[in-house]
């Protein structure tokens, strides 16, 4: 069954860095999304991107966030200046029809920054 | 109150039983859908449910939609102690484009 793949599983990095998530979502799907779960708490939508361009995003996608479809398969979530409340699980998923259709999600990239 | 709450917040029961999880929510949906999340894992998709669907079955699963009550229900017949998770309900809203919203999730423990 198709999946969508996300790496790293988990990414320790020092507040202040760059880091950036990678997904791949299956190969057929037109729809993009990354939600984030801090520990213990419900998954916030992050931001959907559809035709090479961000459809929405939440509050939380402020400036230090950014996302990218760098050569047709790969989508990516970078995190410009991580701080410490950026720790979380981050989760990719894709949809082949609009945003009303199911998601797959990818199994997430925990993480953590110190 | 946020779009999607689960509740209850937690249950437990014994393997065997049955295990009952609701879902309300405010605005206008098209879709509800059900999902499982195993302790620090991934989202596994469970069941969509469209608003002019008032009951859904998939295997030990049963999902009802009452839109008029706007609200849901997830039945797990059955249990077993591999049920252990947390079971979230996602709403599809509208804010310009279509995105899901999830609930706070309820944490179910089915004790061996």
């Known amino acids: 069954e198709p999946e969508v793949t996300q790496t790293p599983s988990h990414q320790v990095t020092q507040m202040g860095q760059e880091v950036i998530l990678r997904c791949v979502p299956i190969?057929?799907?037109?729809?993009f999304y990354w939600y984030r779960q801090i520990l213990g708490q419900k998954v916030e939508f992050l931001v959907s991107?559809?035709?090479?361009?961000?459809?929405?995003k939440s509050e939380i996608f402020d400036d230090q966030f950014s996302v990218e479809r760098p050569d047709g398969s790969n989508f990516t979530l970078k995190i410009r200046s991580t701080k410490l409340e950026d720790s979380a699980m981050y989760f990719c998923?894709?949809?082949?029809?609009?945003?009303?259709?199911?998601?797959?999600f990818g199994s997430g990239t925990r993480l953590t920054v110190v | 109150s946020q779009q999607g709450e689960e509740d209850p917040q937690a249950l437990s029961i014994q393997e065997g039983e049955n295990a009952t999880m609701n879902c309300s929510y405010k605005?206008?949906?098209?879709?509800l859908q059900w999902y499982r999340q195993n302790s620090g894992r991934g989202l596994v998709h469970l069941i969509l449910?469209?608003?002019?669907?008032r009951e859904k079955h998939s295997g030990r699963l049963r999902v009802t939609l009452d839109t008029s009550k706007k609200s849901s229900s997830l039945l797990i017949t059955a249990s077993r102690a591999a049920d252990t998770a947390s079971y979230f309900c996602?709403?599809?809203?509208?804010?310009?484009?279509?995105?899901?919203?999830f609930g706070t999730g309820t944490r179910l423990k089915v004790l061996a």
């Open positions: 998923a894709s949809s082949e029809g609009t945003g009303r259709s199911s998601y797959t």
């Open positions: 991107f559809y035709n090479n361009e961000i459809s929405e």
């Open positions: 996602a709403t599809d809203a509208y804010s310009g484009t279509y995105k899901y919203i």
């Open positions: 605005t206008s949906i098209n879709n």
């Open positions: 190969s057929n799907h037109l729809y």
């Open positions: 449910i469209r608003s002019n669907e």
